[in-house]
């Protein structure tokens, strides 16, 4: 059974009804909504505060509830059913949107939302989650592997492994409802008002993430491309059209960038696809190892560890949500040792890298198709690059990134204090959407990861550009680059 | 053109396609620019960046 993205490539050059909205506006529209939603909490309406929730449980009676006390009555189980139910009509309603069969989507969400979710409340069980000795002796338990409960995340992408390559005809059944750019896109969105609400209390150490965010930018365009395209182009010999989609997704951003540059260098719509599959197995490998990694050398480091996911996970999915293992890892070392920092800014750290370097994805495409168009393979001038192009190429869900952020800064500085106290708890709730989010984008990356079907399709020579590049250069030169200008900064305390 | 069930046969069987000059200054112009404005930035981060939390 073929990979995914493969079977995607043999239907790509083939005419399909065009969607009626992008998958990027879709989710800046469902992310808005829930963040709109959230805010009503700030006028005491408290519209979502019903969405399901998980703690770290012995008894499993006890691992649900609802994310707010005003819905505690609920009790876990209803909470965990609204929440279902509220999703699969929202994102059906997406679906349809893009043109996909509806029931199909629903059926296969019901899959998806159930396997991921369950695996999510298997990761916060106390024996894999909890981190401290007082946690342990809380639930009464003598060892733990000390996950911390955002090991969830780690059991979504194995259930999802494990269905993509031991259950291929079921991982086809469900394909439907496995998007992961689209869930992490949507997390995304919401990310930017709890980074907001976050970063404004520390608003120089925020702004410093900016000049930071430049030089990733620098790192991951100018340095990390021009290294793995040559590598490509003169050690493995790929031809022009293989190695600029590949250099951009093993130096930029795995799927968007690849897609973007092949279509800027008009190259066959199948290259940047199978491209991308590879992109997202790696993704899997780096996500399995560098938090680990990250909490092993870096704990003293917290910082450096956040930009380096963001500089060395290639895509956005799993990019920020290493980052999210990587700081519950790295928070939990800490407060062993008595060092308590307040969370969000390892998170935040890597998502805004991430999102710094996917802002360029369009003008980089638009370069190279100008490049490939007017120098490489001179084309007629109606087919161009063009610089409407860049636009086009954006990816739009950052603009609800920004939208969020905007307003969660306006809304930490400029609310009234009777509404400003009541933003956290209100981001909270749309927080604790962003988390199931995240929990859907694991278990399709691993879904999408079937390793078998990639090696009989022949990537065994793309996958080995893509090991040289990533594990001899990109990770540890991100890393140097982290380093420089991460060291020596640590979150702010929490309380 | 190739069907993706021979990728395998394309990567292997493809004629080589030496590096043409603009590929050659692509190169060269990226690493220089990205090189200089690093090292530019390592020193307005040591100047004027975020010291502590």
Known sequence: MSNAYVADARVAAAAEPAARISEDWLAVILGLAIFVLALAALVHVDLIGWVVTTAVWSNLSQALGATSRSYAFLGGVVALLATYAALTVALSAAAALLNSDVKKFALAFTAVFWIAYASWVIGNFAHFAAVTPAEQQKFGISWSLKLTNEGGYIFALLAGLIIANFLPRFAEAIREAVRPELYIKVAIVILGGFFAVTAAGRLGLASSLILRGVAAIVEAYLIYWAVVYFVARKWFGFSREWAAPLASGISICGVSAAIATGGGIRARPMVPVLVSSLVVVFAVIEVLILPFLAQAWLANEPLVAGAWMGLAVKTDGAAVAAGGITESLILAKNAAEGVNYQPGWILGTAATIKVFIDVFIGIWAFVLGYIWTNYVNATPAAERARAREIWQRFPKFIIGFVITFAAGLYLAFGAPADIAKNVPAAIGEANTFRVIFFILTFFSIGVLSNFKALWQEGFGKLAAVYLVSLFGFVIWVGLAISWIFFSGITPPLAG | ?53
């Open chain 2, 1 to 53: 053109m190739p069907q993706p069930d021979n990728i395998r046969d394309e990567l292997h069987n493809a004629p080589g396609e030496p590096l043409l000059p603009i590929e050659k200054k692509l190169i060269a112009w990226s690493l220089t620019i990205g090189l200089g404005l690093l090292a530019v930035l390592t020193v307005v981060n040591h100047f004027i960046g975020w010291s502590g939390s």
